[in-house]
Structure formats: structure tokens, C-alpha cells
């Protein structure tokens, strides 16, 4: 996970383009938007996580680094 990759997805494209690369990305498919990444798995993750930061500003109007670290604590408590 490559957090300037994130960032750059979150501050470019709307939680509607996003969510249509996400879906794109695990269906094996080219997504609309670049989505960089090593590899596939990768790709996805760049591309939930922003979906992810993106839905919490748009609704809850937080400021990306916040967004951020709820993502991160999320992934946090669903690894333990």
C-alpha cells in the first residue's frame, strides 16, 4: 500500500470513479481511471482505500489524514 498513490487517487477522481475502477480492477478488468500498482492486488487495494478516504470526507467532511488513519485502524482491527 503506497499511501501518495492513495492520495493522488482520493484528490483526482469522485467515490463514483473510484468505486467503477475498484469493481473493474477485481473483475479482471482495465479501469477507466490509472490506478497504479504492482500488481493487481495492489491496484485494488490503492483503489478500495481511496474509495474508502473519499466516502468518509465527501460525508463526513474530514480532512485526508484523518480519513487516513480511521482507513488504517480499520485494516488494523480487521488483521487482529
Excluded: C, S
Excluded at 463514483?16 to 491496484?43: F, K, R, Y
Excluded at 485494488?44 to 468518509?56: E, V
Amino acid at each position: 500500500m503506497k499511501i501518495p498513490v492513495i492520495k493522488q487517487l482520493v484528490e483526482t477522481y469522485t467515490l463514483e470513479q473510484l468505486t467503477q475502477a475498484e469493481t473493474a480492477i477485481a473483475e479482471g478488468e482495465q479501469p477507466a481511471i490509472e490506478v497504479h500498482g504492482d500488481d493487481e492486488g495492489e491496484q485494488l487495494t490503492h483503489a478500495y482505500a481511496a474509495m474508502f478516504i473519499r466516502k468518509l470526507i465527501d460525508e463526513q467532511n474530514l480532512p485526508f489524514q484523518t480519513a487516513l488513519r480511521e482507513y488504517t485502524k480499520m485494516v488494523r482491527e480487521a488483521i487482529n
